[in-house]
């Protein structure tokens, strides 16, 4: 049986494509082909020079097995702004590494001549930038983001709860001047939280999965079964969106 790799996609509609394909090789998982970065480069006052490197990217080429499908798939995979590959090889688990593809274009061959054997070899290089190449089964967070909507009125129940979505209606600024950024879940795992202290005693939760919308993120919020309404009689919370990068 074959190695296999699980190539992923985010497309321009927000949704997740997942597609397994057979791997004849991978160059790069190991310590095959790193690219240093940034290439910094000081002139000393003798003349002589040198280069600071902050961090590097590994390169991967995967040489996939003879195709007469998936070409379409693949293509979209290459022009979609966020994606990875998820490849286990001889490592202990899968690891799953955002990626970039660098080329403007790429081929395929046709083995023999044949249109339905056709051989791909990509070469794509990793997104974040690393400082240290052991890498643990759970990677330490390399950059972690939060937005804050301030007051935001709630009109949910435990058993009815709200619906929210970034960049609309009450989720349309962060600290109410500025707006929210686009989210990906597949670049980033995201978890909301609520802080209603400074309003009321009641008390709001996260209820459900967090969905992709477009460029946006869905989520549900529900207040608990206890609890009373601030002054003027409405329940407020401040909604707190956790982005830590995938690495």
């Known amino acids: 049986m074959a190695d296999q790799a699980i190539f992923k996609f985010l497309d321009s509609i927000g949704v ?21 970065v940034p290439p910094l480069l000081y002139s000393i006052i003798d003349g002589s020079s040198e280069t600071e490197f902050r961090g590097f990217q590994r390169v991967f080429v995967y040489e996939l097995k003879a195709l007469n499908s998936l070409e379409d798939y693949l293509r979209a995979f290459l022009q979609a702004s966020a994606k990875s590959i998820t490849y286990k090889g001889i490592n202990t688990v899968a690891e799953e590494c955002q990626v ?23 070469e794509l290089v990793e997104s ?4 240290i190449w052991n890498i643990p089964t759970f990677l330490p967070i390399a950059d972690e983001d939060m937005y804050i909507i301030k007051k935001v009125k709630i009109e949910a129940s435990q058993t009815s709860p709200e619906t929210f979505t970034t960049n609309v209606g009450k989720l349309l600024y962060n ?3 500025t707006s929210l950024p686009s989210f990906s879940l597949l670049s980033h795992i995201i978890s909301i939280s609520c802080n209603s202290t400074p309003y009321q005693d009641a008390k709001f939760n ?38 830590q990068e995938i690495v």
């Not at 057979?22 to 190991?30: E, Y």
């Not at 974040?128 to 400082?131: M, P, Q, V």
Request: glycine share 8%; hydrophobic share 35%; no cysteine.
């Open 206 to 243: 996260q209820v459900g999965d967090i969905a992709q919308s477009g460029s946006n993120i869905s989520f549900q919020i529900a207040m608990s079964d206890t609890g009373n309404a601030s002054s003027d009689g409405i329940f407020y919370t401040d909604i707190k969106i956790q982005l």
């Open 100 to 122: 970039v593809f660098e080329s403007a274009e790429y081929e395929n061959e046709w083995i023999d001549g044949f249109e339905h054997t056709k051989r791909y070899v990509i």
């Open 128 to 131: 974040t930038i690393r400082t």
């Open 16 to 36: 997740v494509h997942t597609q397994a394909f057979d791997i004849l090789s991978v160059h790069g998982n190991t310590p095959d082909n790193i690219r240093f």
């Open 175 to 177: 600290y109410g001047t």
